[in-house]
């Protein structure tokens, strides 16, 4: 009679446990692969999808980021991917490709922006190519939900009015930066000085440090002889990577007072990409004055 009621108990709690799996794969996810997408996605989608980054730590370097089983689950139940590219998550395609999730893939760089190997990496320093990728979500989500397309175009309407006032202060502050210098610790805002009217004057020294190797002897002294000499009127620094020559010029940066603008290459977990471009633009806004 035990043995009876364990197997009855058994095949019950199979069932109550294959209802959740079932219930938990149905579940309209989204995912990015970094937390940068998510609010541009997110308003797209409203309250019809759950959108899941990845990635959601600015403590885990994307190009080094290795995932795991439960990555490759959420890759395989949700309902629309949304990478980077430019070789910035290629972690991603492997699992896209292994659960036949290609038709469900947006890549942002090559797909929406049409970039090429070899083009910066860091595109959502651009509001106006997010405003593109935002776009695309709502194509995408209006070909697989077409019922929902109104309230998918509505939202993207309001988004893009939002992206639209940072697009408003970046021509403002162009009236005030166009033709001013920077150096950067990395290419991470190219997009956002270009936008600006601001030159990157070390874009040599500045790969270097992205491809992780030492940059040349003359790369060096030029940028400390521009430092000392504030032949440059600001620079960037990226937070999240440190080395000792970036903490030499960070150094040299602040005994010669040339202003220093530090940057995120990823989302803190507590801001959406509005508010993070906002204030990447007051600090910007701050030299300005």
Not at 42 to 64: A, F, L
Not at 241 to 263: C, D, Q, R, W
Request: charge should be positive; proline fraction near 3%.
């Amino acid at each position: 009679m035990r043995k009876k009621l364990f197997i009855a108990g058994a095949l019950l709690l199979m069932l109550v446990l294959g209802g959740c799996a079932q219930k938990k794969s149905a579940d309209n996810i989204i995912t990015t692969t970094v937390n940068t997408y998510k609010e541009p996605v997110q308003s797209v989608v409203g309250n019809k999808y759950k959108v899941e980054s990845i990635i959601k730590s600015v403590n885990v370097d994307p190009h080094s980021f290795s995932p795991s089983n439960n990555n490759a689950k959420q890759i395989a139940d949700s309902k629309l991917i949304v990478s980077n590219g430019l070789g910035y998550d290629d972690w991603v395609n492997k699992m896209v490709t292994a659960n036949s999730q290609n038709k469900n893939l947006i890549d942002f760089a090559s797909d929406v922006l049409h970039k090429k190997n070899g083009d910066n990496e860091h595109i959502w320093f651009g509001v106006s190519n997010v405003q593109k990728l935002s776009y695309a979500v709502f194509q995408h989500m209006s070909k697989i939900d077409p019922k929902d397309k109104v309230y998918y175009a509505k939202n993207y309407q309001r988004y893009n009015q939002k992206l639209e006032k940072l697009i408003v202060r970046e021509s403002k502050l162009k009236q005030k930066l166009n033709g001013k210098k920077a150096y950067v610790t990395e290419p991470l805002p190219y997009y956002l000085l270009n936008d600006l009217g601001v030159t990157i004057d070390n874009a040599h020294f500045a790969k270097a440090v992205e491809e992780d190797t030492d940059p040349s002897i003359s790369d060096v002294k030029n940028m400390e002889d521009g430092l000392k000499n504030h032949k440059v009127d600001f620079l960037v620094v990226n937070k999240q990577v440190t080395s000792g020559i970036i903490t030499k010029m960070t150094s040299l940066a602040k005994e010669n007072n040339v202003p220093i603008i530090y940057f995120t290459e990823t989302l803190p977990s507590n801001l959406g990409y509005y508010q993070w471009m906002n204030d990447n633009l007051n600090q910007i806004e701050n030299i300005a004055k």
